[in-house]
C-alpha cells in the first residue's frame, strides 16, 4: 500500500483510497467507513504439522510431499513442541495437515510406524495429548465427514477449513477436496455439530472480486442458519518458489484492505475478521476493519508459509496503534459462555479462559 493513500487513523474513511483499484471495486467507493475504538485478539499457539502428504495439488502449495522419510511429524517431536508450548504459555495446539494422506499411495506404511491405523487415529491421539499437556486442539484437516468431525469435537475447543473461494479456479485443478460444495457441506456440518468454526477466503489465487462477494455472501448465509463461524481468515496468496503458481500476481495491500471493508459490510459483527501478520504489513490493515491476527507461535514456524516468520509478541503492540491488544483462546468467549464444547474440555477452557483473563503467565 503506497503510504498516504487513506486515513487510517481519521474517523472517517473515504472511497478516495480507491484510486488505482479494478473498476469492480467503484461499489464501494463512497461508503464512508465509521471506525470505533476496538480490540484486536490474537492466539498464542503451537503449530502442528501431523503430515505434509495430501492428496491434493493446488498450484499455489510448497507446505504438500511426496510420500517419503520424515513426511509424518512423530509422537515425540509433537510432545516436544506440546512441552515448549506449555513452557511459553501457548493456548492452542494448531493441528494442520494434508487432506486424506491414506489415499496417496505408501502413506498408511508410514503411518503404521507411528502405531495408528489412520491418520485420524493420530490425530485424536495428538489432541488428547495436547490437552494433557494443558493446551486447547484446533484441527484443520481439510475435508472431513459429519462423523469425522463429530468425533474430533471431543477433543476440539474449535475447527477449521478455509472455504478460500467458492470460484472454480485452475489454481485447484487436481484438488479434489478443494470443491466449493464440498467445503461449503462441511462447513454446514460443522453448524450442526455446534463446532466453533474458522474459515476463510484465499485472496489472489485467481478469483475475482465478484468471486471474493460470492464467498463472503456464502459463509453468511452458513452462519445465519448455525452461528457458529467465529472468524473469517483474509488471507493474501504469498508465492512460492518451484510452484506452479511462483510468479503470480500478487495481491496488493490497498486491495486487501478494500476486501476486509467488504467482509465488514457483508458479514455480521459478530465474526472476527482476522489477518495473517506473517504474511502482510498488518499495521497498514488494522485501520480496514481488522479484528484478530490469528494464532502467533512463540515456538513453531508458521509451516505452510516457513519464509514468512511471526512477529515477535512484543511487536504486535506496535502492530495494533492505538487499539487494545487481547490474547484470545482458540475458542471465542461467546462459545464458551454458551456451553459449545464437549464436557471433557470444560476444566481446561475454564482454566485457560481464567488465565488469559487475569493476564497470569502461569502455565
Ligand atoms: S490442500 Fe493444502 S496441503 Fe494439500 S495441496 Fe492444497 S494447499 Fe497443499
Known amino acids: 500500500m503506497s503510504s498516504g493513500s487513506y486515513k487510517c487513523h481519521s474517523v472517517i474513511l473515504h472511497g478516495c483510497c480507491l484510486h488505482g483499484l479494478p473498476p469492480e471495486f467503484n461499489m464501494y467507493k463512497n461508503e464512508p467507513y465509521v471506525m470505533q475504538p476496538r480490540v484486536i485478539t490474537f492466539s498464542k499457539n503451537v503449530f502442528l504439522p501431523l503430515t505434509s502428504v495430501c492428496r491434493n495439488r493446488c498450484g499455489y502449495c510448497s507446505f504438500r510431499t511426496p510420500v517419503q522419510d520424515g513426511c509424518i511429524m512423530q509422537p515425540d517431536e509433537v510432545e516436544a513442541i506440546l512441552v515448549r508450548g506449555k513452557a511459553s504459555g501457548c493456548t492452542e495446539a494448531l493441528f494442520t495437515f494434508g487432506e486424506h494422506p491414506e489415499e496417496e499411495i505408501g502413506f498408511s506404511a508410514y503411518l503404521e510406524k507411528t502405531g495408528y491405523d ?25 475435508i472431513l465427514t459429519y462423523d469425522e468431525m463429530k468425533r474430533l ?101 490497498q486491495e486487501i484492505c478494500e476486501t476486509i471493508r467488504m467482509a465488514r459490510r457483508i458479514l455480521p459483527a459478530e465474526i472476527a475478521i482476522q489477518i495473517a501478520p506473517n504474511l502482510i504489513d498488518a499495521s497498514q ?69 481464567q488465565r488469559i483473563r487475569t493476564g497470569s503467565t502461569q502455565p
Open 118 to 142: 489412520t491418520i485420524l487415529d493420530y490425530c485424536e491421539a495428538m489432541c488428547r495429548l495436547a490437552i494433557r499437556y494443558g493446551i486447547l486442539p484446533h484441527t484443520n484437516a481439510g
Open 153 to 253: 469435537r471431543t477433543v476440539n475447543a474449535s475447527m477449521g477449513l478455509m472455504l478460500e473461494t467458492t470460484a472454480r479456479i485452475p489454481a485447484h485443478n487436481g484438488s479434489k477436496g478443494k470443491s466449493p460444495e464440498m467445503r461449503l457441506a462441511m462447513i454446514e456440518d460443522a453448524g450442526k455439530l455446534k463446532i466453533p468454526f474458522t474459515t476463510g477466503l484465499l485472496l489472489g489465487i485467481g478469483d475475482t472480486v465478484a468471486d471474493r462477494e460470492e464467498s463472503l455472501v456464502a459463509i453468511r448465509d452458513v452462519h445465519r442458519k448455525y452461528g457458529h463461524i467465529q472468524e473469517i481468515i483474509l488471507q493474501n496468496f504469498c508465492p512460492k518458489d518451484n510452484t506452479p503458481m511462483a510468479a503470480f500476481r500478487v495481491p496488493e495491500t
Open 285 to 353: 490493515l488494522i485501520g480496514c476493519g481488522v479484528d484478530d491476527l490469528g494464532g502467533i507461535s512463540p515456538v513453531t514456524v508458521d509451516y505452510v508459509n516457513p519464509n514468512h516468520p511471526w512477529p515477535a509478541l512484543e511487536d504486535l503492540k506496535k502492530i495494533v496503534g492505538g487499539a487494545t491488544l487481547r490474547e484470545r483462546l482458540c475458542v471465542y468467549p461467546r462459545f464458551i459462555r454458551m456451553g459449545w464444547y464437549d464436557p471433557g474440555l470444560q476444566p481446561l477452557i475454564n482454566r485457560l479462559d
